[in-house]
């Protein structure tokens, strides 16, 4: 079912979700935070957008051109419809396409910053898919791989652009070996925990590419209280 929700505390922003769907989470609050913005930022592109979460918390942060690309139409659909509501048409452009036919759209090395809350399963975690296909290529590599995800970002990044990803903690060594092998050099880290002495059990990375070896791991980010509510630092980010 198709509702009308707020985008957290962003601007009186609003998003159309399905409820029966993969509605967005955290992570897409999470890495727009991150993520290195300045005044020479005029482009960005956001690869599996979803219904458009990143883009339009972007909107508020830089004066950038932002693009999302989603390949499931009735999700871009959602995603068009939030961008509309909110009159956000002349700063975000969406496309509904397969991001591996982006050249279609874009020449390389046009992007100063491209980011991605990506699939976060291999494939072959078959026993944990849901069945409904909106969670699948959410959830699972079934539409697109992580290594596709970074090549495409190699290619459409400028010398010395920003490319910025979530994901889970445990594939880590794979995000870091893939990202040098394509010259997206590491060169921020940041832990996410669930709360106080737990593992982490997802990350915020950001590369450049081209950019000298040097990485820096920040300080770490909690989640919940013991009691399982949101810790004031995220609660901040909510109303940013």
Not at 168 to 186: A, G
Request: no cysteine; hydrophobic share 35%.
């Amino acid at each position: 079912m198709k509702v009308l929700n707020d985008l957290l505390g962003y601007n009186n922003l609003k998003i159309y979700q399905d409820t029966d769907w993969f509605s967005f989470s955290l992570d897409s609050v999470l890495l727009p935070n991150f993520v290195t913005l300045n005044k020479n930022t005029k482009k960005i592109l956001d690869l599996g957008t979803g219904n458009a979460p990143i883009p339009m918390i972007l909107s508020t942060m830089t004066d950038a051109k932002i693009y999302g690309v989603e390949i499931q139409k009735d999700v871009y659909d959602l995603a068009l419809e939030s961008v509309k509501y909110n009159h956000l048409e002349d700063r975000i452009n969406l496309i509904n396409d397969d991001m591996k036919n982006l050249d279609k759209y874009f020449d390389p090395n046009s992007f100063d910053v491209i980011m991605s809350n990506p699939p976060y399963f291999k494939l072959e975690e078959r026993s944990k898919k849901n069945d409904d296909v909106h969670k699948v290529i959410a959830r699972h590599e079934e539409a697109i791989t992580l290594e596709d995800i970074i090549v495409i970002a190699k290619k459409y990044l400028d010398n010395n652009g920003i490319f910025a990803m979530v994901h889970r903690t445990d594939r880590m060594i794979e995000v870091i070996e893939l990202m040098r092998k394509n010259n997206l050099e590491p060169k921020r880290i940041r832990l996410i925990y669930p709360k106080e002495n737990t593992e982490s059990n997802m990350f915020l990375i950001e590369g450049r590419k081209n950019g000298r070896p040097g990485l820096k791991i920040e300080s770490p980010l909690y989640v919940h209280n013991e009691d399982g509510t949101y810790l004031d630092s995220i609660n901040e980010l909510f109303r940013r």
